[in-house]
């Protein structure tokens, strides 16, 4: 008696029964009884993994049948790699099968037919880009695989994905599909001088315009940039105009003068000087270390902190010719000497080590500050500097000194011993120090007097002010600069208690 017959008679039969059966042994009618009466979903997988042929018309009538009761994406994938290619043939109509398989079919074929079905379901941009970009079938440059690449290339509407087909892909015929779907550069620049504000969409489509004149590298595009770095009246455009213009700038296919980034600096829009920073950065333009320090200089506590921020990175990024000027500002012992010694160690370079080793050493810097100098050591990588963490670790009583030091030497492959143990005496110091800090802190002190005790809130909701610890977040209630009280500070508090009472 076949399957068939065992399902149609009798229904009790054990659904374990089928996959044991060889299924490679069975007839397409015994399949469709078997998948009929089964629904878990594993049992399902496995009696489609090793059925027959997925090529013979009679079995993919069969696993039609199968395929929409399978929703975990996991198993489809697996089912896909099982039956190959030809999966896609009669799994696409079920809209169930996932798109990176789709994207697997595109990319290994090599069956036409079943290319052309996939092309037809796939939807996902990045994963057809990729296909088109990648080595496979569709880099044939002849007719077979052209309908399959239209078909593909219709789908993409991104423009930044298009651009990049363009110029990766290793096959003319898909390159050359891209570029006709491309505005040219005299559209683009047509858009990015029009100089309409009176909708903010088209303040974003001139940005997107300034984006992709960025790839055109040619001088009339880096002109069209250029107006609209001095001209256009909205602050976003402004600023992807000088990204774009830097990335020309840095293809040097087209001269561009550094002085219209630094000029840039000076721009009322925070954003459009963030943009000019990151372009002098990345140009490691000289002239632009005194101006970009001058962001350094200038910060005061409470302001917002991101373009000093974008300044110090910008000045590690110069590097050697910065160097030079840092240290001499470091020996001038500026206020704001800890971000001086964060742009020193962002260089990375040897001619920094003193002043890095002075700043570690220095009680008076927070700590946060010595993580970034520990970083700018393990930049380093010299003898002396991989000795002076050594000798931090050895010292540090900062948990998350001890912790960054510690990266830092596992990183540059520097054995420590007893490393574990020294991470957790520093923890207890740090625990004990914040169990005191919060006993002293009462109604009435000054918020900074307070952070000093626990460090700096996190957040503020309100007169809350909300502190993370390890141990648990406690609030305090601040109201004219003054604590007013605190609420949870009791339950981080015995939290600290008992967690140091577990360590004895």
């Known amino acids: 008696m076949g399957l068939f017959d065992i399902f149609r008679k009798n229904k009790e039969v054990k659904k374990e029964e089928a996959v044991r059966k060889d299924v490679r042994d069975m007839s397409w009618q015994e399949l469709r009884a078997v998948i009929g009466e089964v629904s878990d979903q594993n049992t399902l997988f496995e009696i489609a993994a090793k059925a027959p042929s997925a090529m013979d018309d009679d079995v993919r009538y069969v696993l039609r ?15 896909a790699m099982a039956q190959k290619a030809s999966l896609a043939r009669f799994t696409v ?115 997107a315009a300034a984006d992709e004149l960025a790839f055109s590298r040619t001088p009339e595009a880096a002109e069209a940039l250029l107006n609209a770095i001095h001209n256009d009246p909205a602050w976003n455009v402004r600023g992807r105009a000088l990204t774009a213009l830097g990335k020309i700038a ?39 270390v005194e101006p970009l320090l001058d962001f350094v200089r200038n910060y005061q506590e409470g302001q917002d902190f991101t373009l000093a921020s974008a300044a110090i990175k910008a000045l590690g990024a110069i590097g050697e010719d910065a160097v030079p ?20 160690a962002a260089t990375g370079l040897p001619a ?94 000054s918020e900074d007097e307070a952070d000093d005790l626990v460090g700096p809130g996190v957040f503020q909701m309100g007169a809350n002010v909300v502190h993370k610890t390890k141990y648990g977040e406690f609030q305090l209630l601040v109201a004219g600069g003054r604590v007013t009280g605190a609420m949870q500070i009791e339950r981080v508090i015995a939290n600290i208690e008992k967690w140091l009472e577990e360590q004895g």
Request: contains cysteine.
């Open 65 to 79: 049948i199968a395929i929409p009761k399978i929703k975990d994406p996991d198993l489809l994938r697996k089912l």
């Open 93 to 207: 109509n079920t809209g169930v099968l996932p798109q990176d398989v789709l994207a697997r079919v595109l990319k290994f074929g090599p069956d036409d037919s079943v290319m052309q079905d996939a092309a037809k379901y796939i939807r996902d941009e990045k994963l057809i880009a990729d296909v088109l970009i990648c080595q496979s079938p569709l880099h044939d440059d002849t007719y077979e695989y052209t309908p399959i690449v239209k078909t593909l290339i219709e789908k993409v509407n991104n423009i930044k994905l298009l651009r990049k087909i363009e110029q990766e892909a290793q096959s003319r015929w898909v390159a050359s599909f891209a570029r006709k779907k491309l505005p040219d550069e005299k559209e683009y620049i047509e858009i990015l001088v029009q100089n309409r504000v009176d909708k903010f969409t088209e303040n974003n489509i001139r940005g």
């Open 250 to 288: 840095l293809s040097k296919e087209v001269p561009v003068d550094e002085d219209v980034f630094i000029d840039a600096l000076k721009d009322p829009e925070k954003y459009v000087s963030e943009c000019a920073i990151d372009v002098l950065g990345k140009m490691k333009c000289t002239k632009a």
């Open 325 to 344: 000027v840092l240290l001499q500002e470091e020996k001038n012992g500026p206020a704001n000497r800890g971000f001086v010694l964060r742009a020193l």
């Open 352 to 445: 920094a080590f003193d002043a890095l080793k002075n700043g570690l050493a220095d009680a008076s810097l927070p700590g946060y500050e010595h993580e970034y100098i520990a970083k700018g050591l393990e930049k380093i990588g010299t003898e002396e500097a991989i000795a002076c963490l050594k000798d931090a670790l050895e010292t540090a009583e900062d948990d998350g000194l001890v912790k960054t030091v510690a990266g830092c030497l596992e990183r540059l492959n520097v054995p420590v011993d007893s490393l574990e143990e020294k991470k957790k005496a520093a923890e207890i110091k740090s625990a004990k120090k914040l169990l005191d800090g919060l006993k002293a802190i009462h109604p009435g002190m």
